[in-house]
């Protein structure tokens, strides 16, 4: 037998070796329905990892924000309870008849952080200046807006107040009616002092 | 014919190309048509589609390779060597002529029959099926050269004398 007959036999064999076409297609739909299967997988496994992802985020954020609340809420009671206790502290000024008056404006409340610094220096300067003739005033606009209006304008101070886009402050009002502004963020220059010269100026 | 035909009729081509290359490896059509089932899965898996050839087969051939092993460890005597008996009788022989090449082919390994098929069957040179099995081009011709006389001396019978009744 020679070797190209071999191998035409060899071939003739492979050849006539077949796979019905229903059963061709059969292969071929499987394997596109794994195909898709496949590709799905990745995208759920993708969305899962950016869920997984954003849920951790998420979680971050609101355990740091629910942090930094109980951590405003402790310093905004610790306030109104210092608040709360001096209420009935009457300053030797108010008693000798004070002349001049130390009003602190607050625009928002305790939760503003800028608003709580002033709240929390008008206090300690009620306890250092307990001495000197100041009749001490705070005036909270966001809680009780009329009777803080009403306040500003038996001070001389609404139109001050209403001109400024920024209402927080604390200010000194002289038995003349100068009313000075104190700059509470200098630390060259503290309040007590700043207190101190307009008193003697005004002397 | 839309170009979806177009491609499925070529994914029908390489498949049965590729039904005929496990036929070569397993020598067994159940066997044959799974492990080009379980390569079409992968590929598809993989690829998303059936396009390159040397591609298929090589997944194939990878499977086969696997589940051999696999066989090999469990029982190592299950796959037919090239030193099988030849089951057929002389008379038989002497009858037919020639032995049939489904038994023929059965008898040899399937490494000479997996070279026999790239060779005769897809055309591939000695060179092409090297790459393809990384096996070296030496190894791959002596591979053929011995299946090819193996075939031939299968085939090469001794008549029966005449003169003997």
Redesign the interface.
Known sequence: MSSDSAESEIRQYYEEATIPDARLDAMLDHGRTAAAVSRWKRVAGIAAVAATFAFVACGYLWIRLNQSDQALKLANSELQRTLEQDQDFVPASTQQGAEFQLVAVRQHGDRCPVCRAAGEKFVSLRDELSDAPIDFTLVNLRDAPEEAKSTLEQFDMGSLVDSRRHKTLIALRSPSGVITELDVTDPSSPVREQVARIIEAEK | MSSDEQQ?ST??LL??AG??YA??LVHN?HD??DL??QA??K???AK???ENKHHFLKAIRNLFYDRWRGRKRASPTQLPDGGLEDPTPNQERTVTG?LD??TV?ESISHEHREV??LN??EGFSAEEISQMTGVPKGTVLSQLSRA?NK??SR??YEPYPENIH
Do not use: D
Request: net charge positive; hydrophobic share 40%; proline share 0%.
């Open positions: 499925r994914e029908q498949l049965l039904y005929r036929l070569s059509e044959a048509e080009v089932q079409c899965l590929v598809f898996r998303g589609c059936l020639k090449l489904k082919l026999l098929y005769c069957v090819k075939i031939r085939y090469e």
